[in-house]
């Protein structure tokens, strides 16, 4: 399979495999998924993270502070996870990190970045269900997004993943 796909221009467009990351245990089954998607077959990794949006009306200067610990608790998270990235493909991922609730900004980057070619996500296998992004792609998200969507199961471990890929 090759990595490179037309935009509609004509001209070569790689293909951007996007991973929502969170602190959830499924994201390490969607990370590799992506990662070894790129090495096989092309591409690149993207990051999407959002920071809810913090609103404390009271004490203006409490909430900056609050604000500015969540940007910087995520840039944190998105750069530990960038360096899997690294470790695992030998690039440096694309990374989005917004501000506000998740499903809007997810659709927002998709829209905004035709590159990306594939969201990946990871689904909890627990009793508390797939989480809430997985839930909301395949009820009120589905056929509103332009890409595919690949659902990782989140327990499939690494050689599972590998055989796969």
């Not at 009793?127 to 499939?156: F, M, N």
Request: proline content about 5%; hydrophobic content about 40%.
């Amino acid at each position: 399979m090759s990595d490179v796909a037309l935009d509609s221009d004509g001209t070569e467009a790689s293909r951007t495999f996007l991973v929502v990351v969170d602190k959830s245990e499924e994201l390490r089954a969607a990370l590799r998924f992506a990662c070894r998607r790129v090495v096989n077959s092309g591409g690149t990794v993207a990051l999407f993270h959002a920071v809810p949006q913090i609103e404390f009306q009271h004490f203006s200067s409490i909430g900056e502070l609050m604000d500015h610990e969540a940007k910087t608790e995520a840039e944190r998270l998105l750069q530990q996870i960038a360096a899997d990235v690294h470790r695992q493909t030998g690039k440096f991922p694309d990374l989005f990190l917004r501000q506000g609730d998740t499903l809007p900004e997810l659709q927002k980057v998709i829209v905004e970045n035709p590159q990306i070619s594939m969201l990946v996500l990871g689904a909890g296998v627990g009793a508390e269900g797939p989480g809430p992004i997985v839930t909301a792609v395949s009820g009120k998200l589905a056929g509103k997004l332009d890409i595919p969507v690949t659902i990782v199961p989140g327990d499939l471990d690494n050689e599972r993943i590998d055989a796969l890929t």
